[in-house]
């Protein structure tokens, strides 16, 4: 071995995807096996066990699998008939996604700022954002929370809220499913109209490709979305009710999430047991992420705050070390090419400004053993020293 090869440390990786994978062994590939034996690709049986999994997992009545997050969101908003003229109020501070929908379908989003304890939706901002909306000719139509990194949004607030104004609540699930939210994990019975969660390979349940779905208590509203997946049809296949997409999720993603979802209480605890791991070697030099009592996170990034201009030399800094870190996100939506001409609530979203100039992510996985996260915080409590 050279000096050189020697004192470079062997970098950690973000999200641990293939020690998962170890882990699931040959079930995995028997799962696999059977989808490449009964050839049923597209709606086959394991789509329909894994729908029923879903719902047992998380509590809910009905589940629509479907083939992205994205289009769990778009799904919801089109079997609502959002259209133009129509508000539907979200933060600024959360992944592309949650704005681009609405403005897909050619309603407006309007923003509203988050809460500076759990960089969820504010529903003090929010209520703001609806007048904001209104006063602009517009109909509130539905509020779209976010489950930032993981940690479920405020939703009975938000649901007083979306009560006394009118509004549907569509949660955005994408990087919040499996966790809970006084007692109930998101997609429950009774938090929001309809749940959307994605299952891209980096989310906390993720598959091997793109993959969705919706959860709701509403049997309509289950009704409607497993005909636009198809595109709405009626009764039959060759009867068109409606305008809708090709948005199926296929029985190969289902078959490994199956799998996946054997695994992911216990991946859960490994998470929580992680951040907490990260909380006590790193609560005294930045400021780690909290959980407010009666909640839990699935962790789906461990975000913590440094000081603004600090970040670049931070991050080379770990680099160095062979740790990656990533920034979710650097520009909140309303700051964003695509999105900055849309309204957003009051005069300004200072603290989804504030907070996207100190964001900073680590890695996090269930796979992350001990001497690895060792590494990770000995690297941070360094940098932070300079
Ligand atoms: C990932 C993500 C989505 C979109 O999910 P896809 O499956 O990639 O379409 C939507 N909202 C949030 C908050 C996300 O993190």
Redesign the pocket.
């Known amino acids: 071995m050279t000096e050189h090869a020697r004192l470079q440390p062997q970098p950690i990786p973000f999200i641990d995807v293939a020690a998962q994978r170890r882990a699931m062994g040959e079930k995995l590939d028997q799962a696999l096996a059977r989808v490449t034996g009964h050839c049923q690709f597209i709606l086959g049986p394991e789509v329909r066990e894994l729908e029923s999994e879903l719902a047992a997992f998380c509590g809910a009545k009905r589940t629509v699998t479907c083939a992205?997050?994205?289009?769990a969101?778009s799904l919801v908003l089109m079997a609502h008939r959002i259209g133009p003229g129509d508000a539907v109020i979200c933060p600024s501070f959360?992944?592309c996604?949650?704005a681009e929908v609405v403005a897909l379908h050619r309603a407006t989003p309007v923003f509203a700022d988050i809460d500076e304890g759990t960089f969820n939706i504010s529903v003090e901002s929010a209520a703001q954002a609806v007048e904001t909306a209104k006063k602009q000719g517009l109909t509130p139509r539905a509020i779209i929370p976010?489950d930032?990194f993981g940690l479920p949004a405020d939703h009975a607030a938000i649901a007083a809220l979306a009560k006394a104004e009118g509004l549907f609540v569509l949660d955005?699930a994408?990087?919040g499913f499996g966790g809970t939210y006084r007692g109930k994990r998101l997609g429950g019975t009774g938090l929001a109209t309809a749940t959307a969660t994605?299952?891209?390979p980096a989310?906390p349940l993720g598959c091997y490709g793109?993959g969705?779905a919706i959860f709701t208590d509403d049997d309509e509203l289950a009704a409607t979305l497993i005909s636009l997946r198809v595109h709405g049809h009626g009764a039959d296949k060759y009867d068109n009710v409606r305008i809708g997409l090709t948005s199926r999720l296929d029985t190969l993603q289902a078959a490994v999430l199956r799998e996946k979802l054997t695994l992911f209480p216990d991946e859960i605890l490994s998470r929580d047991r992680g951040a907490a791991r990260y909380a006590e070697g790193l609560k005294d030099v930045v400021t780690v992420p909290s959980v407010p009592e009666g909640y839990s996170s699935v962790w789906a990034q461990y975000t913590i705050r440094i000081p603004a201009g600090t970040r670049e030399k931070f991050a080379a800094a770990l680099k160095a070390e062979g740790v990656p870190t990533a920034i979710y996100y650097p520009i909140p939506l309303h700051r964003q090419v695509a999105y900055k001409d849309f309204p957003s609530a009051g005069n300004g979203l200072p603290v989804s400004d504030r907070v996207a100039d100190e964001v900073i992510s680590l890695p996090m996985h269930a796979y992350l053993d001990a001497p690895t996260q060792d590494r990770v915080i000995d690297a941070v409590r360094r940098a932070v020293k300079g």
Do not use: H, I, R
């Not at 992205?68 to 289009?71: E, L, N, R, W, Y």
């Open positions: 992205s997050g994205t289009d969101l959360t992944f996604a949650t976010v930032l955005d994408a990087q994605s299952f891209f989310k793109d969705g």
